[in-house]
């Protein structure tokens, strides 16, 4: 026979709700406790009956995670991460993509799927700051990115502003002074772009160099194809600069192989840095300098924070702003000064 609750109880020497406790992630648990319940579970080979356990509690056990676009490898790892740490605490992940269109976005807020699923992570690309009364839904959610702030829901992000400062900072110190800039979003204020550039121009600012906007390459989805494109469309244009803040990662990749492509050597005569601290990033030759956000705080924050939402609803509680911790990962396309 499968190995029951009391048998991991037995095995462990606690009781029944602690073994339940360990199981259900609860807080207060001493490390030691938590130890042996984990060692006899291992032992055993227990796995949690997740089917009695949701129908007892009300709960599927699944949550959703909305995001704009798969092909996006920033998308993609996070999806992979917030699945992970939904795994560890026993619940199921269904993802959704919306392309980034503000009409799906909407129609997923009403979506009849929602009802398999317990709560919602949503990363909304298409809405504005205009559209956050639309995010008042009858079922808990935590709200990822910058598209709507000081909405009516939890919100982890990452400090898009003082990132961008700080690789700005970092390409300054090294001596560059025509910094262009590839990924704006003509007119965007609230955005993941219209943010980094903000912190851009506060770096030339604190360090007395002039605003060109002949530096600035302005694109629409963040695909390394649009990278490589907008680079090859400052080139064409005449533009001088010694270095390159791509406004993501994939980005920065796209304009690094144009670099090289038309003789440019990086980092001796362009730096580069990203944003994101992909995966890929290690791997490109040079290896690509970048900013990493704390994604990895981001997905657990955002799992942990809209469990809690559904283990405990509380509607009158005021929303949380979440900010991840960001650093500065040097690399070779841009080495320390």
Same mark, same amino acid.
């Given at each position: 026979? &499968?190995?029951?609750?009391h048998?991991?109880?037995?095995?462990?020497g =606690? &009781?029944?709700?602690?073994?339940s406790n360990? $199981?259900?992630?609860?807080? +207060?648990v001493?490390?030691?406790?938590? *130890?042996r319940?984990e060692?006899? $579970?291992a032992e055993?080979?227990?796995t949690?009956?997740l089917?009695?356990?949701?129908l007892? &509690?009300?709960?599927?056990?699944? $949550?959703?995670?909305a995001?704009?676009d798969?092909?996006?490898?920033?998308?993609a790892e996070l999806?992979?991460?917030?699945?992970?740490?939904?795994?560890?605490?026993?619940?199921?992940?269904?993802v959704e993509?919306?392309g980034?269109?503000?009409d799906r976005?909407?129609?997923?807020?009403r979506?009849?799927?929602?009802?398999l699923t317990?709560?919602? $992570?949503?990363?909304?690309?298409?809405?504005?700051q205009?559209?956050?009364?639309?995010?008042r839904v009858? @079922?808990?959610m935590?709200l990822?990115? *910058?598209?709507?702030?000081d909405?009516?829901?939890? +919100? =982890?992000?990452?400090q898009?502003?003082e990132?961008a400062?700080?690789?700005t900072?970092?390409?300054i110190?090294?001596?560059?002074? %025509?910094i262009?800039?590839?990924?704006?979003?003509?007119? *965007?204020?609230?955005? &993941?772009?219209?943010?980094?550039l903000k912190?851009? %121009?506060e770096?030339?600012d604190a360090?007395?160099?002039?605003?060109?906007?002949?530096?600035?390459?302005?694109?629409t989805?963040?695909?390394?194809?649009?990278?490589a494109r907008?680079m090859h *469309?400052?080139i064409?244009r005449g533009?001088?600069f010694d270095?390159?803040?791509?406004?993501n990662?994939t980005?920065? #990749?796209?304009?690094?192989?144009?670099?090289q492509?038309s003789?440019r050597?990086v980092?001796?005569?362009?730096?580069?840095?990203g944003f994101d601290?992909?995966d890929?990033?290690? @791997?490109?030759i040079p290896s #690509?300098?970048?900013?990493?956000p704390g994604?990895?705080w981001i997905a657990?924050?955002?799992?942990e924070?809209?469990?809690a %939402?559904i283990?405990?609803?509380a509607?009158?509680?005021?929303?949380k702003?979440l #900010?991840?911790?960001?650093h500065?990962a040097?690399?070779?396309s841009?080495?320390?000064?």
């Open positions: 026979m &499968s190995p029951t609750l048998d991991v109880a037995r095995i462990a =606690v &009781s029944i709700k602690t073994v360990v $199981i259900n992630d609860h807080p +207060h001493r490390p030691a406790t938590r *130890e319940v060692r006899a $579970i055993l080979g227990y949690p009956n089917t009695a356990r949701n007892r &509690s009300g709960r599927t056990g699944a $949550i959703a995670l995001v704009p798969l092909a996006l490898s920033y998308f999806a992979g991460l917030v699945i992970a740490e939904a795994e560890r605490r026993g619940v199921v992940v269904l993509q919306t980034g269109d503000r976005e909407f129609d997923l807020l979506s009849p799927r929602l009802k317990d709560g919602l $992570i949503f990363s909304p690309l298409g809405m504005g205009g559209d956050g009364d639309r995010l009858p @079922y808990p935590v990822l990115g *910058e598209r709507v702030f909405g009516p829901v939890d +919100h =982890v992000t990452m898009n502003v990132a400062r700080a690789a900072q970092h390409l110190a090294g001596g560059r002074r %025509r262009a800039v590839v990924g704006a979003h003509d007119g *965007e204020v609230i955005g &993941s772009a219209g943010l980094r912190g851009y %121009r770096a030339l360090a007395g160099i002039p605003f060109d906007p002949q530096l600035i390459g302005s694109t989805m963040w695909h390394r194809s649009n990278g907008t *469309e400052l064409d533009v001088e270095a390159v803040f791509g406004l990662d980005l920065a #990749l796209g304009a690094m192989r144009v670099l492509e003789g050597r980092p001796d005569d362009v730096t580069v840095v601290d992909l890929e990033a290690q @791997y490109s #690509l300098t970048t900013i990493d994604q990895q657990r924050t955002a799992v924070t809209l469990l %939402r283990a405990a609803p509607p009158d509680a005021s929303p702003l #900010l991840a911790d960001f500065l040097v690399r070779e841009a080495p320390l000064p």
